[in-house]
């Protein structure tokens, strides 16, 4: 069965730190998806990573995967308060069937 | 392009009661899926499809039914709502090209308490 781990759960940082938040998760994948959702709302794409070595770049955010270590990291350059959200990571395990980690709560204070 | 539409967004039950969360994609997506969110859980599968008439279990599908008559709609039925199902369910769709799956957009949310 398919686990997806996510850490820290918990993040506060300052504003123009960089940091680097895990998702590692248990069974072969080479599908890795990376979400971002605001207080009361509704999920949001934020990367789509569909093999070994991808990597994808969104204004502060980096996202890459290994495949082999099973690890997908999300880093944050120079973070800014708009930047606070919750971050999940999701896997598609084979099938469609999508596995969400438990979700990075990140907060930047100025 | 009204995307995934969930309605409704709120709901109060009694224990016991049923009912129906809708559904609706304009997308022409293949794959569908409902999600239920708790605090500190994250994001937990309670069924998926991946087609019209096709349907599968998730995680979590104790307590619920769903269907897919068609391409656009995903119902989900609660068949006799507990307190353990006080959530916000969030329905999600998706598409594949050349056999890789790009990823889901969701709905905007329906928040159920059981009491």
């Known amino acids: 069965e398919l686990k997806v781990e996510q850490n820290p759960l918990f993040l506060s940082m300052q504003e123009g730190k960089n940091y680097t938040i895990y998702c590692n998760y248990s069974?072969?994948?080479?599908?890795l998806y990376w979400y971002r959702q605001d207080p009361g709302k509704s999920l949001e794409s934020l990367f789509v990573?569909?093999?070994?070595?991808a990597v994808k770049q969104e204004g502060r955010l980096m996202a890459s995967l290994d495949t082999k270590a099973r690890l997908s990291t999300l880093h944050i350059t120079a973070a800014v308060h708009d930047l606070s959200a919750t971050y999940f990571c999701?896997?598609?395990?084979?099938?469609?069937?999508?596995?969400f980690g438990t979700g990075t709560r990140l907060k930047v204070l100025a | 392009n009204a995307g995934v539409t969930q309605t409704p967004k709120f709901q109060v039950l009694k224990t016991g009661q049923s009912m129906t969360l809708q559904c609706a994609q304009d997308?022409?997506?293949?794959?569908m899926s409902w999600y239920r969110q708790d605090p500190g859980m994250g994001l937990r599968l309670i069924h998926y499809?991946?087609?019209?008439?096709?349907?599968d279990q998730g995680e979590v599908p104790n307590g619920y039914n769903v269907s897919r008559s068609t391409t656009e709609d995903f119902p989900l039925r609660l068949l006799s709502a507990a307190p353990s199902q006080t959530s916000v369910y969030f329905c999600?769709?998706?598409?594949?090209?050349?056999?890789?799956?790009?990823?889901?957009?969701f709905g905007s949310g329906t928040r159920l308490t059981v009491v």
């Open positions: 999600a769709s998706s598409y594949s090209r050349g056999g890789l799956n790009y990823g889901y957009t």
């Open positions: 990573l569909l093999s070994n070595g």
């Open positions: 999701a896997v598609d395990s084979g099938t469609y069937k999508y596995i």
């Open positions: 069974t072969t994948s080479d599908r």
């Open positions: 499809s991946v087609g019209a008439g096709i349907t």
């Open positions: 997308m022409n997506h293949e794959y």
